[in-house]
């Protein structure tokens, strides 16, 4: 099967660019829908975040830490680089011992603009805190505190991948085919893109066990710590305040996109064949709205999927709409 | 036709994203080679600034203003706002009467990142000059002011403009189908992927007539003035610098790029079927090698068509790769 139209961006009254995707809503039985082909082998990359953490949890390191749950949902994050995600991890790693450089996510300089803006005004150099990914990281230190592992966290054969590895592949069902080296350096795992909604749906749907426990909880604190999980402006994070803390939704680069929605049940991952976040976040919306857990007439429904686009000038240039076949 | 199979990106062993698209070679007989689709109806957007700029030397009007060739490269450019295209905007604009007010492409943060650092670390807003098409409306009203016709210049039934159409539609060889208004704000008329191409093929192989001179002045000053079409670091500008002045090159929105190469006479038209800067980047990079006026072991090859891609640590993650019946 090949990948679906999926979204595409009109102007002059013409489809001028067009973005084929694949699409997967999932209970934990299996498939409930799909567009394109959801056998599709894809890396989750930061879609899979809750997944990776699920042994901090698990395994007692978040208690033995006194993690709050505004600290898990960092756990969860590709956050904006604000000042008030970079002092939370700040304080997290200090709380541990450690420093930034202790992190091995490497530095990128903040999408925060404030942030951003004080760092190039300033002549500073933005550290590892500043890294999308720092929380998944102090996350990982967290966990190798407990396990006893070496520095060098991010090693596919360190203690700490080991344990995501086998988390990831019992939440999705499948043995991984391989892994690729992350933004952050972590390794991802690659699974079908039927195995990561299905993965999703577990979290939807989590068991009475210590893993449903731990993915309940996980859950919990993306969705009352939205601003935590992105940052301000972000889709991830106005997603969420737009279905009021009912679902979880988190990206992942490369045209990924997940959702867990627990009244349902279900879980959904997206993947954008040709890796644009825009086709991606439309997506999303659309299924959101589809799947009746996100207004159609929400103001974020025009921001990230129906447009209309406008220029330098304000002037209304184009749409985005959903292509035949794919839900809007 | 379908779109085809144009460039891959890989990490982890694994094609993680893939690029569908169109690109088409001509000579001023029809085409040559071609990919996909090379009837596909595409907005050419900023890759036609040279047509566009055809009535401002044809009519005398860049003769009787006293343009130089730096000048008329930045009719054709989609720039970067450093300081050097900005005050060249400005020298030119004043040397007419007129100032950054007369323009109606709008403003935005330039991309150059000193500029932008200056304009951001000072509490400036960005003016007209600024935008990345200020050139070639500096263009569009040295052509008014020789046509006598009103202010409002990016009006379709503007002298400007319907000289404009009428350039683009003898070029390509088409009735446009319609247009779409640009970032910009000026009207943008739809043509063929292979219309493009043919126009660029003309462009690469004009006549002795006055048509044929303004081509040529054109393409001479885009290959003399190769950091006035785009700036430091830009494709535009690599490209050309690697290629000598040999070719000329230019990208537009949406995933548009186009070549002109006088010495073979041929013109080349890239569409990435998704819009992705990067897939027409790297799409155009193999066109050049495959034609043989761009070393393989030049450095531009690797950073726009190659790779290798390197995350936040500098470890590679991946590579891009041409597709499968794809030149490289």
Same mark, same amino acid.
């Given at each position: ?10 102007? !002059?009254?013409?489809?001028? &660019? ?27 990359? &930061? ?11 698990? &395994?007692?390191? %978040? *208690? ?6 505004? @600290?898990?949902? +960092?756990?969860?994050? &590709? ?23 202790? +992190? ?13 803006? =004080? ?25 190798? =505190?407990?396990?006893?592992?070496? %520095?060098? #966290?991010?090693? /596919?054969?360190?203690?700490? @991948?080991? %344990?995501?590895? %086998? ?15 992350? !933004? ?25 066990? =210590?893993?449903? @426990? ?10 009352? #710590? ?19 803390? $009912? /679902? ?15 009244? @349902? ?21 659309? +299924?959101?709205?589809? +799947?009746?857990?996100? *207004? ?24 985005? $709409? ?7």
């Amino acid at each position: 099967m090949q990948a679906a139209e999926m979204i595409e961006i009109w102007r !002059g009254g013409r489809c001028e &660019s067009l973005h084929f995707g694949h699409a997967v809503v999932c209970d934990t039985d299996g498939v409930v829908e799909a567009w394109g082909a959801p056998n599709e082998v894809i890396f989750p990359r &930061s879609s899979c975040k809750m997944v990776q953490a699920l042994p901090l949890v698990e &395994s007692g390191a %978040a *208690d033995a830490a006194g993690l709050s749950e505004r @600290q898990l949902a +960092l756990a969860c994050a &590709s956050h904006s680089g604000a000042a008030m995600h970079v002092e939370a991890v700040g304080d997290w790693l200090k709380a541990l011992d450690l420093g930034e450089e202790d +992190l091995r996510c490497g530095c990128h300089m903040p999408r925060d603009k404030d942030e951003n803006r =004080r760092l190039t005004c300033s002549d500073t150099e933005p550290d590892q805190r500043h890294n999308n990914c720092s929380g998944k990281h102090a996350g990982f230190l967290t966990l190798n =505190r407990h396990l006893g592992g070496g %520095a060098e #966290y991010v090693e /596919v054969d360190h203690p700490v @991948q080991i %344990a995501a590895k %086998a988390a990831f592949e019992e939440v999705t069902g499948e043995t991984s085919p391989g892994f690729g080296i992350d !933004g952050c350096s972590a390794p991802n795992h690659a699974c079908s893109l039927q195995g990561l909604a299905r993965g999703m749906a577990r979290f939807a749907d989590p068991g009475g066990d =210590r893993r449903g @426990q731990a993915m309940r909880r996980l859950v919990e604190a993306m969705r009352k #710590y939205p601003e935590m999980v992105a940052g301000e402006g972000r889709a991830c994070t106005t997603l969420m305040r737009a279905m009021r803390g $009912r /679902v979880a939704v988190k990206t992942g680069a490369e045209g990924v996109f997940v959702a867990i929605l627990p009244e @349902q049940g279900l879980g959904v991952a997206v993947k954008a064949l040709d890796g644009a976040t825009r086709a991606s976040e439309a997506a999303i919306t659309a +299924l959101l709205v589809h +799947l009746g857990v996100l *207004d159609a007439k929400d103001p974020v429904v025009s921001a990230l999927l129906t447009g209309p686009v406008r220029n330098w000038r304000g002037i209304v240039t184009g749409e985005m $709409r959903t292509a035949k076949g794919f839900p809007d």
